[in-house]
T-cell receptor, first 113, second 116 residues
């Protein structure tokens, strides 16, 4: 069965510093990968997705992620964070054999002034 | 894309009662899903709401506790029955416009439920 691991439950970082949020998945078959962001008291918004092609995916708000098949990872990065990036970030895997998504446990990014 | 609204946005309910949550999509979609997000935790899929047939439930969730309706291609309801404090969660509705797995799921804002 698919599983998604987000290694960091919380990541504090100072404003304008770079950040990386880690995501690893378990699968030996084709997968589709997603990062969602959840701001306080709101639903989920898609940041970016990997379907195929280039392993470096660029998303909204200056975020990007790199798909690494050999390491089964899909880490999210931003070169310079803002206070407004403070939110919960979820990695999700869509199995090509089913229509369901499996979500990771989430990483709470807290940007400090 | 799809814009999803949910009602109510939040509610406080007494133990033993039931609450029905509504999910409305602004366009026709083929697949709708209901998730639960318990405090401080990730999203867990409750069921897939199928138009014109019974919902498909994930392991650990049953129809008697979480009856789901989907009368058309833009609307679904989730009922949380005979509630207990353990049901306090955020309930999220999502939709996928096409059956192609690769398309993203669009999420509603969630319904924050507190059971006393």
């Amino acid at each position: 069965a698919q599983s998604v691991t987000q290694l960091d439950s919380q990541v504090p970082v100072f404003e304008e510093a770079p950040v990386e949020l880690r995501c690893n998945y378990s699968s030996s078959v084709s997968v589709y990968l997603f990062w969602y962001v959840q701001y306080p008291n709101q639903g989920l918004q898609l940041l970016l997705k990997y379907l195929s092609g280039s392993t470096l995916v660029k998303g909204i708000n200056g975020f990007e992620a790199e798909f690494n098949k050999s390491q089964t990872s899909f880490h999210l990065r931003k070169p310079s964070v803002h206070i407004s990036d403070t939110a919960e970030y979820f990695c999700a895997v869509g199995d090509a054999g089913t229509y369901k998504y499996i979500f990771g446990t989430g990483t709470r990014l807290k940007v400090l002034a | 894309s799809a814009v999803i609204s949910q009602k109510p946005s939040r509610d406080i309910c007494q133990r033993g009662t039931s609450l029905t949550i509504q999910c409305q999509v602004d366009s026709q979609v083929t697949m709708m899903f209901w998730y639960r997000q318990q405090p401080g935790q990730s999203l867990t899929l409750i069921a897939t709401a199928n138009q014109g047939s019974e919902a498909t439930y994930e392991s650990g969730f049953v129809i008697d506790k979480f009856p789901i309706s989907r009368p058309n291609l833009t609307f679904s309801t989730l009922t949380v029955s005979n509630m207990s404090p353990e049901d306090s969660s955020i309930y999220l509705c999502s939709a996928r416009p096409l059956e192609d797995l690769r398309n993203e799921q669009f999420f509603g804002p969630g319904t924050r439920l507190t059971v006393l």
